[in-house]
């Protein structure tokens, strides 16, 4: 029983009873329109094989961590400032709650003819959707430190810069590792659309390309290698957040998320 249990912690029994039920759809079907597990598998080998699958993956990580890293980077500060500053939130908050409802393919069209074609354009949108995620958490999680806290370091003779990183940012720390969380399922979404208008390589170009040899097998692996990809990211960032977390006296990172609720 203890086994099992692990196998049904780790996820493993669920995939197993996904994985029958889709080979026993796919069995039934024709593989054109819905491909099965063993299909896929062995169009993942063509793949492998003439190396575009890993190269394809390796490229739209990059793409994703680049823009996410720099909307990232962005974000916090002007959430910080958001979050502190009242004129600064009286401010920037009207374009915040403007610019955050329209989606980053929107704008995919202007940045391919303000930017080009090359990496830019896909970076850039790819910050376009992480910034504005990562600064409303970062804002929120400012508004929410107690005042008692601060006016105790003020008490005790501490700056408003030393309030800021040992009062304010600690205790904005959970808010703002579910916004860079959030922030990164946003930029997979946003990848996927640009590589597939405006790009020569990477998986949303897979997919969109191989709809014209009528690969069916080839979208389904795609679609697995972003999932995996989302998946590992997320199990990496939990990881780094669970050792953050503890300073701070948070013990389970999922409580990071019920926080900004």
Known sequence: MNFIRKLLKLGIIS????????????????????????????GAKELIEDG????????????????????????????????RIKAV???????????????????????????????????ILIMYSTIFIVMLNTATGVAHVEQE????????????????FSVIIPAAVPYIFTGVRLAMGNSFMAIVSAEMLAAKEGIGYLIWTSRLYF??????????????MGFLTD????????????RYEIKNVNQSSELSR
């Open 89 to 123: 939130k009286e401010f920037i908050e009207p374009f915040l709650n403007f610019f955050r409802f329209i989606p980053a393919i929107a704008f995919l069209t202007l940045f391919v003819l303000w930017f080009g074609i090359g990496e830019e354009a896909k970076i």
């Open 235 to 246: 199990k990496l960032l939990r990881v780094i957040g669970s050792s953050t977390m503890r």
């Open 149 to 164: 806290k601060i006016r105790a370091a003020r008490c005790l003779g501490a700056t408003e810069v030393q309030i800021l």
């Open 215 to 228: 690969r069916t097998d080839w979208i389904f692996l795609g679609l697995i290698s972003l999932g995996l």
């Open 15 to 42: 995939w197993l009873f996904i994985i029958i039920i889709w080979q026993l759809a796919a069995s039934f079907s024709n593989p054109d329109f819905l491909p099965g597990p063993i299909v896929i598998l062995l």
């Open 52 to 83: 575009s699958l890993f190269k394809f993956i390796i490229i739209s990580f990059g793409r994703v961590l680049v823009g996410w890293a720099f909307g990232s980077i962005i974000g916090i500060p002007i959430g910080l400032l958001i979050g």
